[in-house]
């Protein structure tokens, strides 16, 4: 079985910020972490987000696809699972998740994932 750990913050939870005197440290957590994972053989993937201003919502009803900017999805709805797909651009990711069946019952985020240097 696999689980794929999402994690939330608010904007103003106090968390490091690139290019702050604590962002090494809090990265390296994450790298730790990762590393330990690995060695455990527990490490399946896993990357950052960008920032919720780069996410895309799509929701199909009556067989048209709308896409809003963002993850403002209704607050009654839940994550229920995700694909990592590689796409050329933002509207072939659209297109593949305007094939998932869940978007004609709730919506389905698209967010680029954050390159590390």
Known sequence: MQYLLLIYA???SGEPQPGSKEWDAYI?????????????????????LQDVDTATTVRV?????????????????VLGGYYLM???DLDEAIA???????????????RPIMQFD
């Open 10 to 12: 608010a904007a103003d």
């Open 28 to 48: 390296a957590g994450y790298e730790s972490l990762s590393n330990e994972a690995a060695e455990k053989g527990a490490m399946l993937g896993g990357n950052g």
């Open 61 to 77: 009803r009556g067989g048209k696809v709308e896409t809003t900017d963002g993850p403002f999805a209704e607050t009654r709805e």
């Open 86 to 88: 590689e796409c050329k």
């Open 96 to 110: 593949y998740a305007a094939k998932i069946p869940g978007a004609r019952y709730g919506s389905v985020e698209i």
